[in-house]
């Protein structure tokens, strides 16, 4: 997919030297055609980092898609720098008049925290109901899908005897649904999280469809009946070198974290990962963009 984004933005010229297609302003105002419009609510702390792995994911497809990155107000950012922030996001009051296609919202450290006690829970309450209206189709990641399930379904999250922490097998429910078509019959998934969600919570919404699942990590993808909201506990998007660098970074702070789980060989952390999970994610975020925002999505996007 061709991706509009700031020709400045620090992932332009990481996706560039990667052979990924990233459109200049110029051809993409000569193209005769709609761009979907994509918002990223980006909440993670390490922010350049995300948008990167996010942009990596949406960039191959034939589809045009505008991406803009929103960020908080009521969070003061302590990783990324604020002429970062000033110069490539936007902020809610600025773009809540707008409708667009598809949005993301991220995940974000804080799941041992309780929502409410989330300094920025408010604000993130006004921006997914404000979906409702004003997105065609958001997909929520990691904690902001513990977030979804709870704000919209009022399902909760529970804490964990310990971090999942790894790259785990995953396996199809709904074998029809067009999110995972053209996957395997096994599919591997990075976790990062100290909570989740319970399978029996999920099955008691009738208005969710439970659509993939893990022996070791439990519920993975769900979404609801009307296809405007998509669940996904894991992070498709991580790059090779994620959860190895979250590893150290515990142990350099002194933190008891175990070694994640089928990512290094012989779990020795000195040796290189595997990945296992690239060609999967790509295909799950094409499937989403395809069938659940491009071929579902009103022309006229004020019809949204």
Not at 277 to 291: C, I, P, V
Request: net charge negative; aromatic share 12%; proline share 7%.
């Amino acid at each position: 997919m061709p991706i509009k984004i700031p020709d400045s933005l620090p992932a332009c010229a990481t996706l560039e030297s990667e052979n990924i297609f990233v459109m200049t302003e110029y051809r993409a105002i000569h193209q005769d055609m709609r761009p979907l419009n994509l918002l990223i609510l980006n909440l993670m702390p390490t922010k350049i980092v995300t948008e990167t792995q996010l942009l990596r994911k949406l960039s191959n497809s034939p589809l045009q898609v505008q991406v803009e990155l929103l960020h908080t107000s009521s969070h003061v950012s302590q990783n990324t720098d604020a002429d970062h922030l000033s110069s490539f996001y936007t902020t809610f009051e600025e773009i809540k008049d707008r409708k667009f296609d598809g949005m993301i919202i991220t995940g974000a450290p804080v799941e041992n925290l309780d929502f409410t006690d989330v300094d920025y829970w408010d604000e993130l309450c006004e921006i997914m109901e404000w979906t409702r209206t004003h997105v065609h189709s958001t997909l929520h990641i990691c904690w902001g899908a513990q977030a979804g399930l709870y704000y919209h379904y009022h399902i909760p999250k529970y804490s964990l005897p310990k971090k999942l922490f790894g790259v785990f097998s995953h396996t199809i429910v709904k074998k029809q649904s067009p999110l995972f078509r053209g996957f395997d019959d096994e599919f591997f998934v990075p976790h990062s999280r100290y909570t989740a969600n319970k399978l029996e919570d999920i099955l008691a919404q009738p208005e969710l469809e439970l659509l993939a699942v893990s022996p070791e990590a439990g519920v993975f993808a769900v979404k609801s009946e009307d296809n405007r909201r998509f669940f996904i506990t894991g992070h498709p998007e991580y790059d090779p070198d994620t959860l190895a660098n979250e590893y150290f970074r515990d142990v350099n702070k002194g933190l008891k974290i175990d070694v994640p789980a089928h990512y290094f060989p012989n779990d020795d952390p000195y040796q290189a990962p595997v990945v296992r999970w690239r060609s999967a994610a790509q295909l799950f975020y094409n499937n989403w963009l395809n069938y659940y925002v491009y071929q579902t999505t009103p022309y006229d996007i004020t019809q949204i």
